[in-house]
Structures are given as structure tokens and as C-alpha cells.
């Protein structure tokens, strides 16, 4: 999905409301469903993300919009803010969202000492400790609303429905296995907690951290598509699933909100049905390997 450096100028003189020259599109990691570049230009702020859409259909960017407005109403998340979000394809020919430029870069791409990845972890478990204090009384997708007071009627569809998708993905072994393991989830994820405010894709691509003059901090997080209430060990599963924090975040986190009995036992349901997305998406053979590996801690445990 390409994006021309005219293309970028038209786009930032309809926001700005004056005539810009962009100097430069860096294309940037964008996730499944958008392209994503990062524009320098010649007026303040002089620089911004620029998400394109070419679906007309499943459109997820107003979506985001919506989210990413929502954080920084409702919340103290640092998150980037939305400039302008367009769906008419008149200015270029996509649908896209121009988004601010947190400084920095995401955490799969830095490089940092033991020391500033400890600081980075303590700033995320306090931004996740305010991000939690937020709860319903229902489990639904921000802007959703519902009346879903029983986690499992949420989340088990969910599960079925990656269940479905993997079929013929997997080793017919695994799926037999599978289909040994996902009966289980229901009396397991019975001691839910409250319905509570997560990111949904905490992950080290989806955190941006900057170097300053006394180590690397956290600069904020970005796409937020998927911001719900949820039981709130969703989120700090999918944390460890991609090694995103380590013991020092759950040290600084538990310390204000101790990890309900059982956790350890009840991520892996949550792990499976992560990994099986990701087989579902073609994400190679890695998330095969993990979704046996899971299968089989649930029934070492079970």
C-alpha cells in the first residue's frame, strides 16, 4: 500500500489548513491490518503516523479513533492523539488516520541495559495499575455496551471460534488434543475477577519507549483497536505470552494488586487462544510449537 511523499503533503495541508511539504515517508511496522509511515514535514508538529486502509467494508480506523479518544478522555494512558481520521478516499485514495508521533521507537526494536528495562516495566505497571482502575459492570468492547455478567459467555466463543479457524491448520494429533483441552476452560475461568478496562495487545510492538539523558522510559502505547472490559488476567496473560514484562513489572504491579490464586493455572487458556490466532493468521510454524506446548501444560496441571 504505498504512500507518496504529494500524497502525504495533501493529506497534512487538509489537517493543517495550509500548504506543507512532506520530506519524508518511512514506512513503519503496522500490524495485520493497515500500512503504516511515519511523515516528516516542514510545519509543526513536524512529524506525525499516518495509518492507511484500503477495506471498505471492515474498516478498523474509526474504530481506533474512538479508542484512542476514549484513553485520553477517560484515562491517564499515554497514548498518541488523533489529528484527523478520513474515510472518503477524496484527499488520497485510503481511508486513514493521522495519529501524533510518540517519541522514541517500540520495545521489540530497543535495545536496553537491565537497568532501563527494569524502569520501563515499573512505568508500565503504573500506567496498567491506572488503566485497571476502570471497571463496569458488564464484560463488552468499549462503545459496545452489554448486558454480559459471566466472563465465560464472552470468552469461550472466542475460543471456539479460533478452534474453528485452525482446523486444517494443525496436525489432526493437535486438534485431537485440542478438543481434549477446551472443555476445560469453563470450569477453570469460572473465578472471574470484575469487568475491567485492558488494552487487549499489550505487546513489545505496541510500546513505545524513548532514551533520554538518565536511561530509556516509557513513552506511551498505540494501537488500542481492541480496548474492552475484560477479566482483567486477559491482559497480564497476554503480557507474558510475547515476553512483553518480566518480574520486575509484576513485582511493581502485585504490590497494589495481587494476582487472584489460580492465575498461573487459568493463562494458558488464555495463551492458547492467542497462539491459535496466530496460527489462524499464518504466523509460522513457531505458534504451532506453542499451542502443543500450552495444550500440554493444561493437562500436566488438569
Not at 518480574?247 to 493463562?267: D, H, M, Q
Request: net charge negative; charged share 25%; glycine share 6%.
Amino acid at each position: 500500500m504505498p504512500l507518496t511523499r504529494e500524497q502525504a503533503s495533501a493529506l497534512l495541508g487538509h489537517w493543517l489548513g495550509a500548504d506543507v511539504e512532506c520530506r519524508e515517508v518511512e514506512p513503519l511496522h503496522g500490524g495485520i491490518c493497515s500500512a503504516v509511515f511515519r511523515l516528516q514535514f516542514d510545519r509543526p508538529p513536524r512529524s506525525g503516523v499516518v495509518k492507511l486502509q484500503t477495506d471498505t467494508e471492515d474498516d478498523p480506523l474509526p474504530r481506533e479513533r474512538e479508542m484512542l479518544d476514549h484513553l485520553r478522555r477517560y484515562t491517564k494512558m499515554p497514548c498518541p492523539q488523533v489529528y484527523l481520521q478520513d474515510a472518503s478516499r477524496t484527499i488520497i485514495p485510503y481511508s486513514f488516520l493521522l495519529l501524533e508521533c510518540l517519541p522514541g521507537t517500540n520495545l521489540k526494536a530497543a535495545r536496553l541495559s537491565v537497568a532501563s528495562r527494569a524502569t520501563v516495566e515499573r512505568e508500565l505497571a503504573q500506567v496498567l495499575l491506572e488503566l485497571h482502575s476502570h471497571t463496569a459492570e458488564a464484560f463488552h468492547e468499549v462503545g459496545q455496551p452489554s448486558d454480559a455478567r459471566n466472563w465465560t459467555e464472552v470468552f469461550l466463543p472466542s475460543l471456539e471460534e479460533n478452534r474453528r479457524d485452525v482446523e486444517g491448520l494443525l496436525p489432526e494429533a493437535l486438534l485431537q488434543r485440542l478438543d481434549r483441552v477446551l472443555p476445560l476452560a469453563e470450569s477453570a475461568l469460572q473465578d472471574q475477577g470484575p469487568p475491567t478496562l485492558i488494552h487487549n495487545e499489550v505487546s513489545p510492538g505496541n510500546v513505545i519507549v524513548a532514551e533520554r539523558a538518565d536511561g530509556w522510559h516509557l513513552s506511551g502505547l498505540v494501537d488500542a483497536v481492541g480496548l474492552r472490559y475484560a477479566d482483567v488476567e486477559k491482559e497480564l496473560a497476554y503480557l507474558e505470552a510475547f515476553d512483553t514484562v518480566g518480574r520486575e513489572f509484576f513485582r511493581v504491579y502485585t504490590a497494589e494488586r495481587p494476582l487472584r490464586g489460580g492465575y498461573e493455572y487459568r493463562k494458558l487458556f488464555y495463551w492458547l487462544n492467542t497462539y491459535m490466532t496466530h496460527v489462524w493468521l499464518g504466523s509460522g510454524p513457531e505458534f504451532h510449537d506453542r499451542v502443543a506446548k500450552t495444550c500440554n501444560a493444561i493437562l500436566a496441571a488438569s
